[in-house]
């Protein structure tokens, strides 16, 4: 793996006796030393193929206000205090410790001020993955465990659970530099509190959600449908189609690649001059690359879905062969009920 740590500090955040979080920061950098290494290279390795992310960028006050439409209140300004100080850190304006620290009590400050109770080591890092800038904020969950020494005594020891990353947030420097009009450049985890966590980030961030990588999967599946349906394919060949489809989409999402809408036409079937790019053209808003769903992109090959306590779920190729729906009674018809399914049947029955 070709990354390249530039910069990297740790510090701590605790509960007070006030109940409250506060921190505790470090004065000097870590040195990128073999277990820091190894640290970095699983934390992107882990946070590139996490799904839910959130995507944003820097939000411009002025150009929000601009954008409201008539009648809107203006939503809370969000604060540019972040994105000032990335800039003097990037100018060499400020240094990366000072930068940390005053970006950690800035987040404690965030904490406070969502009601958030979160504790653990804070990561801030600077460093570059096959060429491309990252800063990464992370705050890893310390747990304790019990491991066995060389003279098969018990002890107990305490680690970091980075498998998790609830709380983490990346900013590609690369893409802001060189792409100051996008609006994804900045990911964040939505984490197990959901919307509440979203909103964390993009006040501390002062940042404005940008795109929805579950909009632009249900687009994708939308178009395949309707590129499908172009070519009146049998429904054999759009249950073919469909599948090569799903099976990109997984394995760039496997490999923590993102989906690349002309690496995906291009492994496609066309019709003559008309290849799904071409098809898909402006008319379904997609961005040429996203980040897989996978849980919509099982609608690809399967039909999905539950409500008043049943849930369904069968492959697309089984409709009509042994799954009959009837939309005059609204009812399904299941040939070939599954063994275990049928063995719980039989033993109520």
């Not at 002890?155 to 947030?169: C, E, F, P, Q, S």
């Amino acid at each position: 793996m070709s990354l390249d740590i530039d910069k990297i500090i740790l510090h701590s955040l605790r509960q007070g006796g006030d109940g409250q979080p506060h921190a505790d920061t470090r004065s000097q950098t870590l040195p990128a030393d073999e277990a820091v290494q190894g640290l970095m290279a699983e934390l992107h390795r882990i946070y590139n193929g996490k799904g839910g992310k959130g995507f944003g960028f820097f939000a411009d006050p002025e150009t929000a206000v601009a954008e409201l439409a008539e009648g809107e209140t203006a939503p809370k300004q969000p604060s540019p205090a972040f994105r000032i100080a990335l800039e003097q850190l990037l100018g060499e304006q400020s240094e990366f410790v000072p930068f940390s620290v005053n970006m950690t009590h800035l987040l404690v400050k965030n904490l406070v001020e969502h009601a958030l109770d979160e504790q653990g080591v804070l990561l801030f890092a600077k460093y570059n993955y096959v060429g491309v800038d990252y800063l990464m904020l992370a705050l890893l969950e310390g747990k304790e465990s019990v491991t066995v020494s060389e003279a098969l005594d018990l002890r107990h020891i305490h680690y970091l659970d980075i498998g998790k990353l609830n709380l983490v947030a990346r900013i590609d420097l690369t893409e802001w530099k060189t792409q100051p009009d996008s609006r994804r450049y900045i990911t964040f985890s939505k984490g197990r509190v959901g919307r509440k966590l979203g909103d964390f980030f993009m006040d501390l961030l002062g940042a404005r959600e940008g795109m929805d990588a579950k909009v632009q999967n249900k687009g994708l599946l939308q178009a395949v449908d309707d590129y499908c349906d172009s070519r009146q394919l049998e429904q054999a060949e759009r249950n073919d189609y469909k599948k090569q489809v799903f099976k990109y989409c997984t394995e760039q999402a496997s490999a923590g690649e993102e989906i690349e809408i002309k690496e995906l036409s291009a492994e496609l079937p066309g019709d003559g001059d008309l290849d799904f790019y071409s098809f898909i053209g402006q008319e379904y808003e997609l961005e040429d690359r996203f980040p897989a769903d996978r849980s919509t992109l099982r609608g690809l090959t399967k039909f999905v879905g539950s409500g008043g306590g049943l849930t369904l779920s069968f492959e697309q190729k089984l409709l009509n062969s042994r799954v009959f729906y009837d939309p005059q009674t609204d009812t399904l018809t299941i040939r070939g009920v599954p063994p275990n399914l049928k063995d719980q049947l039989l033993r109520q029955s």
